[in-house]
């Protein structure tokens, strides 16, 4: 057998070879016209079929039909996490599967940072613009029932986050923030939701710990002797917007969170309490006063009688 035909079959094997990779390599590549830097958000939901259409219509990939093909033999139809993707660079479609697949986004996580007292309707303009797929009323939806149990802290969340899962994460870190409390709130003889409550309004009627405390006692006595508590934070809440020198008609307003017209504490949390606020509810300081106010020196001044409450305006507020 000559030279040539003794090495046909080689070069036959080669050039299969060569004809296999070269097919492969074609239908892995990523588009000539791949966009680098391109977002591309899958939907909740969304079927095999159409990821792989937007992945194609995007230009992330060149063959959707094969892209389907290759999720079905590997099993893997039902399993791509929805959310936002980057793509910084070209990749293949091997390597774009497996992110779909793991939920690798490209995208840093999102830091987002409550401060304590925020309400769930200031949460919700935060939520709004860290995350443009989530309407405000989405947040809303799902934290307006747990208002004073998101705890106020600073958070990292998946690109892919829902109002759902922000909402677990916050009413997670209240649970573990408080865990230690536990046995000093059963001890105080209030119930945990009063303790929230009467916390909320700690938050936002005194600044330091040393105030917070005292409030908190005279709050607590107050509600003792059956006096209305008259929080004027309260009126914040009400009319959505700070109002910490409510007007005589706003004293008035009809709402069971107005805490001049009914004793007791108000129905719920007015925002959400930070640990300062909760340690002081559950440990106020004792003391026979009963009024508080702040002055214009940006001092608390206390009194045991209305008339001593009444002579501090005088003093403190003129």
């Not at 919700?124 to 809303?140: E, R």
């Not at 829902?162 to 865990?179: C, E, G, Y």
Request: aromatic residues 12%.
């Amino acid at each position: 057998m000559d030279a040539p035909r003794r090495y046909f079959p080689l070069l036959l094997a080669c050039a299969s070879i060569l004809i296999l990779f070269g097919g492969w390599h074609y239908l892995f590549a990523p588009p000539a016209t791949f966009p680098a830097g391109g977002v591309v958000i899958i939907t909740n939901g969304a079927s095999a079929p159409e990821i792989a259409q937007e992945l194609a219509d995007m230009n992330i990939i060149a063959h959707p039909n094969f892209f389907r093909f290759l999720l079905r033999i590997s099993g893997t139809s039902g399993q791509i996490h929805s959310g936002t993707y980057r793509f910084q660079s070209p990749e293949s479609m091997l390597a774009i599967a497996y992110r779909l697949v793991t939920g690798s986004y490209g995208i840093p996580p999102v830091r987002l940072t409550f401060i304590e007292g925020s309400t769930v309707r200031e949460m919700a303009l935060q939520v709004g613009v860290a995350f443009p797929h989530m309407t405000k009323a989405d947040f809303l939806r799902a934290a307006s029932p747990y208002e004073g149990y998101l705890f106020p802290d600073t958070y990292l969340f998946s690109p892919s986050a829902d109002a759902a899962s922000i909402v677990t994460a916050m009413r997670d870190n209240f649970t573990a923030k408080l865990a230690s409390s536990t046995p000093a709130i059963a001890a105080s003889g209030h119930s945990l939701s009063d303790i929230v409550i009467m916390a909320s309004l700690i938050e936002k009627e005194a600044r330091t710990t040393v105030s917070r405390r005292t409030v908190a006692g005279i709050l607590w006595n107050r509600l003792e002797l059956g006096m209305p508590l008259q929080v004027d934070a309260v009126f914040g809440y009400i009319f959505n917007r700070e109002t910490y020198s409510p007007s005589f008609k706003d004293l008035t307003v009809e709402s069971p969170y107005n805490t001049y017209t009914h004793t007791g504490l108000p129905p719920g949390p007015i925002n959400n309490p930070g640990l300062d606020a909760f340690d002081a509810t559950i440990n106020p300081t004792k003391t026979n006063y009963l009024y508080y106010l702040t002055g214009k020196d940006n001092l608390m001044h206390y009194a045991t009688t209305y008339a001593g409450h009444l002579a501090n305006q005088r003093k403190y507020l003129k």
